[in-house]
């Protein structure tokens, strides 16, 4: 049987190195790193079981790292993090983590929570981390990255997760609602103003044409759908 192969994300060189030695000792393969974007990368070329996750990293926020995870990978994510405020822990599972630990934890009370996610979950099936469109426009979920052309596209954060939204359910009707809130957060809902510009924007970095659309069309009333089909992957 092949060992679970887990990655800990966490700053703590300390903890890293505990939850290491921990684990190996019970025949996990572990890799570590302190990087939220590295953590991304790696889960983007690498086949891993189950990712320990700390909230306050360096770069990305691991709130945030879960976020862009979850569009196209579904493997375990467990949160370990000082923050014990019940916000907090909502705001982590409604991003898609598995399970929460505050730190300090017990080894053992991490190995039998390790142990209960990876028996209710499976990674089940991966999304390519790179999305591609129309032969000509590519977005690399784990980097952020849009090249349109073989030109980087420079969009704004904002801009950025309207178009992650769109493409990762290509030819789905998205509803304001639902835009707004995956967008902007789960506090908005009603100010399509902000939807509607946003979209311009996006349509004219694209060069989109409305009346012509390539890649967003209106539904009236309703929302938006994304109507471009992924490109076939290489083989």
Do not use: C
């Amino acid at each position: 049987m092949n060992q679970p192969n887990v990655l800990v994300v966490d700053d703590d060189r300390q903890l890293q190195r505990a939850i290491r030695i921990g684990l190996s000792a019970r025949g996990y393969s572990v890799a570590t790193t302190a990087s939220g974007q590295q953590a991304l990368d790696l889960l983007a070329g690498d086949d891993f079981d189950l990712v320990l996750l700390d909230l306050g990293l360096p770069d990305l926020g691991g709130d945030e790292v879960i976020r862009r995870l979850r569009n196209w990978s579904h493997v375990p994510v467990i949160v370990l993090s000082v923050r014990d405020a019940q916000e907090d822990k909502i705001a982590a599972l409604d991003a898609g983590a598995d399970d929460y630990v505050t730190k300090p934890f017990a080894t053992d009370e991490l190995l039998a929570r390790l142990r209960a996610v990876l028996r209710r979950t499976s990674s089940g099936d991966t999304a390519p981390p790179t999305l591609g469109f129309g032969g000509n426009l590519t977005i690399d979920l784990a980097r952020s990255l849009v090249e349109l052309d073989g030109v980087a596209l420079h969009l704004t954060p904002t801009e950025y997760r309207l178009l992650e939204a769109m493409t990762v359910n290509p030819g789905k009707l998205l509803t304001h609602q639902m835009l707004l809130k995956k967008v902007w957060g789960p506090g908005y809902g009603t100010e399509s103003h902000y939807l509607r510009l946003y979209v311009r924007q996006l349509r004219q970095k694209l060069g989109d044409d409305p009346a012509s659309p390539r890649w967003i069309t209106t539904e009236p009333g309703l929302g938006y759908r994304w109507i471009a089909e992924p490109d076939a992957p290489a083989k």
